[in-house]
């Protein structure tokens, strides 16, 4: 399974952006997709998860300003992130759990947000 993220980008603290990320390939059926970003010096951390049935779970540090959703029929998972901030700078990446004869994993390559103050 692939996936490809995009969205990425530089923008001022207060602004927005909108990440996607499609998945392809022998996808079969997709369980968990979710958000996951990392600075440099430090852990990988989860931004927010959602299930197949759309709940829903975020870090404290992104709850009220970040959105995760997904479109089941065009196998994507979308980040919607408003009022930004210079700690929300980070490589991020998608991630997505489902079953296609096997259970699998799959990360997209990541793609960098940075807000500047």
């Known amino acids: 399974v692939q996936l490809q993220a995009s969205g990425g980008g530089l923008v001022q603290a207060g602004g927005s952006l909108r990440l996607s990320c499609a998945a392809s390939g022998s996808i079969g059926r997709l369980y968990a997709m979710g958000w996951y970003r990392q600075t440099p010096g430090k852990q990988r951390e989860m931004v927010a998860t959602?299930?197949?049935?759309?709940?829903?779970n975020y870090a404290d540090s992104v709850k009220g300003r970040f959105t995760i959703s997904r479109d089941n029929a065009k196998n994507t998972v979308y980040l919607q992130m408003n009022s930004l901030k210079p700690d929300d700078t980070a490589v991020y990446s998608c991630n997505v759990v489902g079953w296609s004869s096997r259970m699998y994993e799959s990360w997209g390559q990541g793609t960098q947000v940075t807000v500047s103050s």
């Open positions: 959602i299930s197949t049935g759309g709940n829903t």
